[in-house]
């Protein structure tokens, strides 16, 4: 069975209003997430059999042999004209042990255009608290990667997105997020959090340049063009008009594959499955 997700935006300061354009935005707000595929309480997404009928997307888990509470893995098209926050996620540990949440966000860029991003390398100890803006921006190692180019952000990685970016971000299903800094917006800050989540962490290990394929115990992406045989029980994220098995499909539609037919892909596409952990016989 192919499902088509129904994606949903949610306007953000920082956000580009042509992205809400894209996705049929009435408000004339800058748009600076499209949710994809979310089974997270904050944003939910459903999806279609392709004939129309509506499912939510909890409703597949059985499909994917996965016995947790919510699908694990969240998708989202996100497109920014300014500066994101400098933030940090936790780890799942973390996450359970002080936010009562089942796990924390570790995620992925495939980044659609030359876009800035900035990193931390360093992490947060107590001793320099309070932190003084300038000194965190300072710390900030600035990146310019290019269409085709991933990074990968295992959670206690200080991060930030950076004006005139666009990129497809692949992340557990947590909205746990600490921000250090977020350029006067005047937004709540939650230094304390951050300090005791923050990790040291080595940049080059992070970047894949004109990215084919990666894996870890979350998640296992690879990229594919051309015409291609997909095993079931995976995510694509079309990176072009295409078809999936004669059906034409437009550039950013996103898929759930279930069951056990192959599936023929044409065209330019990411491919996404659950990774190893997300299979166990106790919840996470």
Request: aromatic share 10%.
């Amino acid at each position: 069975m192919i499902l088509k997700t129904i994606p949903k935006i949610r306007e953000m300061i920082w956000g580009d209003r042509e992205l809400g354009k894209l996705f049929g935005a009435k408000s004339e707000k800058p748009v600076g997430e499209v949710w994809l595929l979310s089974d997270h309480p904050l944003i939910t997404t459903e999806v279609q059999t392709l004939s129309g009928k509506a499912l939510h997307i909890n409703s597949v888990l059985e499909s994917f042999n996965l016995n947790i509470e919510r699908f694990p893995i969240l998708l989202k098209l996100i497109s920014a004209k300014e500066w994101l926050s400098i933030q940090v996620h936790p780890d799942d540990s973390f996450a359970r042990k002080i936010e009562k949440e089942p796990w924390g966000k570790t995620e992925c860029w495939f980044f659609l255009k030359k876009s800035t991003i900035g990193l931390i390398p360093e992490k947060i100890n107590p001793d320099e608290l309070p932190l003084k803006p300038d000194k965190i921006k300072k710390r900030l190692k600035i990146l310019h990667p290019q269409y085709g180019d991933f990074l990968y952000i295992p959670a206690g990685t200080m991060h930030a997105i950076g004006p005139e970016s666009m990129l497809i971000e692949i992340q557990q299903s947590s909205d746990l997020t600490y921000r250090v800094y977020d350029w006067e917006r005047g937004r709540d800050l939650h230094i304390e959090k951050a300090v005791l989540v923050s990790k040291n962490v080595n940049i080059d290990n992070l970047i894949y340049k004109n990215f084919e394929s990666f894996r870890s115990q979350y998640f296992h992406i690879y990229r594919v063009s051309g015409t291609t045989k997909i095993l079931s029980n995976s995510i694509i994220v079309m990176l072009s008009n295409g078809e999936i098995n004669s059906h034409k499909t437009s550039k950013y539609e996103t898929f759930l594959l279930l069951g056990k037919e192959i599936t023929r892909i044409k065209g330019n596409a990411l491919v996404i499955k659950p990774g190893q952990v997300w299979y166990s016989n106790s919840k996470q």
